[in-house]
């Protein structure tokens, strides 16, 4: 098989499909954010330097997070003054700081995590019915795949 072959374009019906999947975890997700305590911007950072468990430069940030460095240097800031992250000088290049998340910072991140989770839970039980959540339990193991 010829790997520098295009690949066909997808069918109509998987493009809607996808269009759907699309809108709807949008909403679901918009849905969730009024009860948020941390901005988006600041979740976001938080998220990858939790999940990632690595110090990273405010460049580093900004590139993962598609965001200007000055927009990046700014959402350190406040979330310096906030104690949710602290700046450690970089081991090898005395011009750089490394951004680390603290343990306040880990807590804020699990709770909110934890809100929208419940929030998610509470509507799964009061909306579907059993065979429901299994057929939902089923999506999110194919959603997994689509990665």
Same mark, same amino acid.
């Given at each position: 098989?010829? +790997? +520098?072959?295009?690949? $066909? !374009?997808?069918?109509?019906?998987? =493009?809607?499909? *996808? *269009?759907?999947?699309? $809108? @709807?975890?949008?909403?679901?997700?918009?849905? =969730?954010?009024?009860?948020? @305590? =941390?901005?988006?911007?600041? &979740?976001?950072? #938080?998220?990858?330097?939790?999940r990632? /468990?690595?110090?990273?430069?405010?460049? /580093?940030?900004?590139?993962?997070?598609r965001?200007?460095?000055?927009?990046? !240097?700014?959402?350190? *800031?406040?979330?310096?003054? &906030?104690?949710?992250?602290?700046?450690?000088?970089?081991?090898?290049?005395?011009?750089?700081? #490394?951004?680390? $998340?603290?343990? $306040?910072?880990?807590?804020? #991140? +699990?709770?909110? %995590? !934890?809100?929208?989770e419940?929030?998610? *839970?509470?509507?799964? /039980? &009061?909306?579907?019915?059993p065979?429901?959540?299994?057929?939902?339990? /089923?999506?999110?193991?194919?959603?997994? %795949?689509?990665?």
């Amino acid at each position: 098989m010829n +790997s +520098s072959a295009p690949a $066909a !374009a997808p069918a109509p019906e998987t =493009l809607d499909l *996808a *269009a759907e999947l699309r $809108a @709807a975890v949008g909403e679901l997700v918009r849905s =969730l954010r009024p009860d948020d @305590a =941390l901005p988006q911007n600041q &979740a976001g950072v #938080l998220g990858l330097l939790v999940r990632e /468990e690595h110090p990273r430069t405010v460049a /580093e940030l900004a590139d993962r997070q598609r965001v200007r460095h000055q927009s990046m !240097a700014r959402t350190v *800031a406040l979330m310096t003054e &906030a104690g949710l992250v602290v700046l450690q000088p970089h081991p090898t290049d005395g011009r750089k700081q #490394l951004v680390t $998340a603290t343990e $306040a910072g880990r807590t804020a #991140l +699990s709770e909110q %995590r !934890a809100r929208r989770e419940t929030r998610i *839970a509470t509507a799964i /039980e &009061a909306r579907l019915t059993p065979e429901e959540q299994q057929t939902l339990r /089923e999506g999110v193991e194919l959603l997994k %795949r689509l990665r």
